[in-house]
């Protein structure tokens, strides 16, 4: 075959567009599967919902935490909040206190009320 035969000059002028079209397709992939790509993109935007969310309880419960903090100070101590606290680390209730025990693990047992026997 010679160079001149029409074979060889189709194929002359489906190399260049061929080219464009793998390297088209390269980038096309890569912008999509790579590292700096969308799945990547969208991947870490998850995560950074995710961790915003984490850092807003956080910062609720470290608020909570502090109030409760300041309560405990002792230029403005909270009596009902000190006698929580005295019981709670004591172990200890009041006579008259009622006391109800909570336990997940007997889910099935009913309340029973003293109008009941």
Do not use: C
Not at 5 to 24: E, H, N, Y
Not at 42 to 59: A, H, K, Y
Not at 71 to 78: C, E, F, V
Request: aromatic letters at 8%; proline letters at 3%.
């Amino acid at each position: 075959m010679s160079s001149n035969s029409p074979v060889f000059r189709r194929l002359k002028q489906a190399v260049a567009p061929v080219i464009a079209f793998t390297v088209m397709a390269y980038f096309i992939f890569h912008s999509v599967e790579g590292d700096r790509g969308l799945l990547a993109y969208w991947s870490m935007q998850d995560r950074v919902n995710e961790i915003t969310r984490v850092l807003e309880e956080t910062t609720e419960k470290r608020k909570a935490l502090e109030q409760h903090v300041v309560s405990l100070r002792a230029t403005h101590l909270d009596p009902d909040l000190l006698d929580e606290r005295a019981r709670a680390m004591l172990n200890a209730a009041h006579p008259d206190d009622v006391i109800i025990f909570h336990h997940d693990g007997y889910s099935d047992v009913t309340l029973v009320t003293a109008d009941q026997n």
